[in-house]
Each structure stands twice: as structure tokens, then as C-alpha cells.
């Protein structure tokens, strides 16, 4: 059974940093694209982040230059460092794990991610 166990949600203010980590089974993450998703209410979920097995990085226009998604291949964990929030970014944020070639696609449980003053 493959678990991803995200944590680091929470409430910042806007221009705050919130560190959000997903630690995947060893089994899976060494193969993986590893990414993080997010939906706020009332919309569509949404691709933020992704990195490859390899460490092609990929992000959405609106959070480049603020986001950044790293693997820590040691503890089969990637983190993704948000800094200069805002409350555009305020959603529910999914951990997600795909090994395309093999049809495999599974989710974390959600943060919440809340940016307000």
C-alpha cells in the first residue's frame, strides 16, 4: 500500500513562508513524478509543482520565482518552500505520486494552506 504523508500546512500572513513536505513509501518515490496539486473552494484542482525521478522541475506561471519543490531522495520526502504567499494561494494542497509508464497515480490527504491577515 503506497502512503503519502503530507505536513507543514497552516495560516501565514501574506508575504509569509510555509514549508509543505510529503514523505512517500521507498518503493515508489525512487520512481515517481512527485508534485504538489491544490483546490480552493468553489474551484478546480491545479497543477503548482512537479519534479521527475530525474529532477525536471515544472511549475505554474504563478507561483514561479515564490515556489520551489525539492526531493530529499534520502528520506524519500520532497518539500516544497513557499515563500512570498499570498492569498491567491490560499487552497487545500495534495501531495501526488505517478509512475506514468506503470498506471500508477496516488494521493496525499490534503493541507490546508490559509494566507490572510
Known amino acids: 500500500q503506497v502512503q503519502l504523508v503530507e505536513s507543514g500546512g497552516g495560516l501565514v500572513q501574506p508575504g509569509g513562508s510555509l514549508r509543505l513536505s510529503c514523505a512517500a513509501s521507498r518503493g515508489i518515490f525512487s520512481i515517481a513524478t512527485m508534485g504538489w496539486y491544490r483546490q480552493a473552494p468553489g474551484k478546480q484542482r491545479e497543477l503548482v509543482a512537479t519534479?521527475?525521478?530525474?529532477?525536471?522541475?515544472s511549475y505554474r506561471d504563478s507561483v514561479k520565482g515564490r515556489f520551489t519543490l525539492f526531493r530529499d531522495n534520502a528520506k524519500n520526502t520532497v518539500h516544497l518552500q513557499m515563500n512570498s504567499l499570498k492569498p491567491e494561494d490560499t487552497a487545500v494542497y495534495y501531495c501526488?505520486?505517478?509512475?506514468?509508464?506503470?498506471?500508477?497515480?496516488?494521493w496525499g490527504q490534503g493541507t490546508q494552506v490559509t494566507v490572510s491577515s
Open positions: 519534479i521527475t525521478s530525474g529532477g525536471t522541475l
Open positions: 501526488n505520486a505517478m509512475v506514468g509508464s506503470l498506471n500508477l497515480n496516488y
